[in-house]
């Protein structure tokens, strides 16, 4: 018995995980993910041109690329993490920016296939037309692999592998091509896998807000948790 209390000791040692970084610190690096405008809008316009060639053209490696570079998840995060904590701004704001850069992202993505010479449909586009279980299981470890890297200080790689493992933008690719051939099937097979990712991204962000146990914000403490953000910011 003795033997078990101190293997169930370490166990909890080294499965442990704790918050590296001030509440306020993490709210502000999700808030600063949930802005559309100036730089962001047009690195995800860039970013859905580049997925869309390399859907086209069956790269991989510029799919990877454009989901590297892609702002898409902020939003996501931002609404979900509103959620948790109850702020209201948060969460409207979030929801706003999703709606803003899925419209951009179809937009940017359909003027491309609307102009692109090759206009037949190739695997990788096909294979973003249907989601399965295991898209799910993806979205939803990866919505909590990226939310365990933004509460870590230095969490930029995970971010990164997070963006790739979710694949949010190939699919909205695939809706688009459906948009601009006038093709039902694909437009809702890629939507709704791209709405799929969303919403398990957001449901595995929710719940580690709440197993962290964030503070949530009252009229109290709105005030001060905003100047600390801008604070954070300076």
Request: net charge neutral; hydrophobic share 50%.
């Given at each position: ?20 970084e001030?509440?306020w ?20 316009g ?22 590297l ?108 091509y ?17 709405f ?23 009229k109290?403490k ?10 954070w910011d300076?």
């Amino acid at each position: 018995m003795k033997r078990f209390d101190i293997f169930k000791r370490y166990l909890g040692q080294q499965i442990y995980t704790a918050k590296e970084e001030h509440e306020w610190e993490t709210y502000g690096e999700i808030k600063e993910g949930v802005i559309f405008k100036g730089f962001n809008l047009w690195i995800l316009g860039f970013a859905m041109i580049i997925a869309c060639i390399g859907l086209t053209t069956n790269s991989i490696s510029a799919v990877i690329g454009a989901m590297l570079i892609s702002p898409l998840m902020g939003p996501v995060i931002g609404f979900a993490f509103g959620l948790a904590i109850n702020d209201r701004n948060l969460r409207i704001e979030g929801a706003r920016n999703w709606i803003k850069m899925t419209a951009v992202s179809l937009a940017s993505a359909t003027l491309f296939f609307l102009i692109n010479p090759f206009d037949h449909s190739t695997e990788l586009l096909e294979a973003f037309q249907k989601a399965s279980i295991f898209d799910i299981f993806l979205a939803f470890f990866g919505g909590l692999a990226g939310f365990i890297g933004i509460v870590k200080k230095e969490g930029v790689k995970i971010i990164a592998g997070v963006a790739i493992a979710t694949a949010c933008m190939p699919p909205l690719c695939t809706a688009a091509y459906g948009i601009a051939h006038l093709d039902f099937a694909y437009f809702i097979g890629g939507f709704y896998f791209y709405f799929i990712n969303c919403l398990f991204i957001g449901w595995a962000t929710f719940l580690l807000s709440r197993y962290f146990k964030f503070e949530s914000i009252t009229k109290d403490k709105e005030k001060p948790s905003l100047k600390n953000v801008l604070l954070w910011d300076l």
